[in-house]
């Protein structure tokens, strides 16, 4: 059986062979949840973000772990107001530029230093010693411009949807994206969605690996 890193090697070579197609779902608040975790803590602490993050590696077949939390990191580190409730999404109350003057203020950000973005980089640190050389760990579009990576319904399909409904959606996807396709949602992964769809996307990924030919 391959480890992420070589499935994703091989799936970006363009061959089918892989044991199954790499799996990039976004597990944000659910993978929280999963592990009780209030959502602040997520947000702010990334070994809360790390552990909700590897607890949902095996349990559904990812193939990545990420740093990605909130989309406020990088505007909290320019000096925009965000709240952070402590089981909610959190909340721009007062955005930095207000006036085209403001602009001018703008200082660079300081990834090493600054609050949201210095979490980001421990949490590469912290997946480095935990799952480095075999699992893929990210904070963007790591693969952009190098594989498809698409794309079920986020809403219709996988929190509504029946586990057949998904497995025939993620199949369709990896018909349509070719062998350079990489499976996942259109987005986050909702909170909501039953085990029982995410074990079909992953069945999905499996057999299409079995139709492939490759070693399981």
Known sequence: MLNAYERIAVRLRG?????????????????????????????????????????????????????????????????????????????????????????????????????????RLQALDYYR???????????????????????CDPVAVMPRGTPDQVHQAASQCLVQGGPRCFSMAGCEIPVGTPDASLLAHAQALREYGSRHGAPV
């Open 15 to 119: 061959d089918p062979a892989v044991d199954r197609a790499p799996n990039f779902n976004t597990l944000m608040a659910l993978a929280a949840h999963r592990v009780g975790a209030p959502l602040a803590r997520f947000y702010l602490d990334y070994r809360v973000l790390c552990e909700a993050n590897l607890a949902v590696l095996s349990d559904f077949s990812r193939d990545l772990v990420g740093t990605i939390s909130d989309p406020y990191g990088e505007t909290a580190d320019w000096g925009a107001a965000i709240e952070f409730p402590e089981d909610d999404l959190l909340r721009c109350t007062a955005p930095f530029l207000q006036t085209r003057d403001d602009i001018r203020t703008l200082t660079p950000i300081q990834p090493a230093s600054d609050s949201q973005m210095s979490n």
């Open 129 to 151: 010693s935990q799952v480095g050389g075999r699992v893929l760990a990210v904070a963007r579009d790591t693969c952009q411009g190098l594989a498809v990576n698409g794309n």
